[in-house]
């Protein structure tokens, strides 16, 4: 899993710069966004900020820190001084991307693979013009997928039920992570399905998998509290859901570690048997005679 990948596009990014993604079809790294195919439509501010968890968090972000800038001129300043950081703020903040006229947008992504399509659609922010020559970039922040990119290639022996509600978890990270972290607990919820390990509280389910994986269940603990969050919460950011989703991964490693120690069975039986049997005849040769 790239975890700065899934950092990177989990806020705006100029759709120039845009990073290529892994495929759903071929699991290649091979999905880049056709800039072709963009249709945008332009939305209220207010409306976005009511829909979109990423933006309103980034038109925050925006916001505390022009604050702060503010609070960092001294009152004894020179009033030139001060004019000279009003106006360098003011142009900072017009020609911000977050600033920029927003937008409803869809397209689509190729893969250049097996030339297989995915859908998207979420913001597209259109940046004022600056002093530069040329305009900036649009920037775009994708929160739907169709189908869903994976945010890690699962297995053919991860169980389907497990895969299911992982799938959904990515699904749900592009634009509410509290619903992606749920989802990742009923993952691991179907993982202990699948462990037989019985029980109604999903913690003393995890505990009895100390007896044979004791450290995967000490990871899958500290994945039921982010899962906690996301079902009771709402303070789940995307780089704690990055960390989640790389653990579970490799807790996931079990099922192809399990499917390989399988495929060696009948090789480990022959070779037990035709040893086991060569030394039960090298101790009868040199059991000395009564």
């Known amino acids: 899993m790239d975890l700065n990948l899934w950092k990177g596009i989990s806020s705006f990014v100029a759709i120039d710069k845009y990073p290529t993604l892994p495929c759903p079809y071929c699991a290649a790294m091979g999905l880049k966004l056709e800039q072709s195919s963009i249709q945008a439509r332009v939305v209220t501010e207010g409306k976005l900020l009511e829909e979109s968890k990423r933006y309103q968090r980034d038109k925050d972000a925006s916001v505390k820190k022009r604050k702060e800038r503010h609070s960092n001129t001294e009152e004894s300043d020179p009033f030139l001084v001060k004019l000279i950081l009003a106006a360098f703020d003011y142009y900072s903040e017009a020609t911000s991307p977050i600033n920029g006229v927003p937008h409803l947008f869809n397209s689509f992504y190729h893969c250049e693979k097996c030339n297989g399509n995915v859908s998207a659609s979420g913001v597209l922010l259109k940046p004022k013009m600056g ?54 607990r009923r993952a691991i919820e179907r993982f202990c399905d699948d462990m037989k390990l019985d029980g109604k509280v999903l913690h003393s389910r995890i505990d009895q998998l100390k007896k044979t994986y004791p450290e995967e269940a000490k990871q899958l603990l500290a994945l039921k509290l982010i899962g906690n969050e996301g079902t009771h919460g709402s ?56």
């Open 131 to 184: 002093l530069e020559d040329k305009p900036k970039p649009d920037f775009v922040k994708v929160e739907h997928f169709s189908p869903t990119v994976p945010i890690f290639n699962l297995s053919e022996n991860t169980p389907h039920e497990v895969g299911k509600e992982l799938f959904d978890a990515f699904k749900h990270f592009h634009f509410d992570t509290p619903s992606s972290a749920s989802k990742l």
């Open 235 to 290: 303070g789940v950011e995307e780089l704690d859901l990055l960390y989640a989703f790389q653990i579970f991964q490799v807790v996931l490693e079990l099922y192809d570690r399990k499917a390989r120690l399988d495929s060696i069975q009948s090789c480990y039986a022959k070779l037990a048997d035709k040893y086991d049997k060569k030394k039960q005849k090298q101790l009868v040769h040199k059991t000395p005679a009564v």
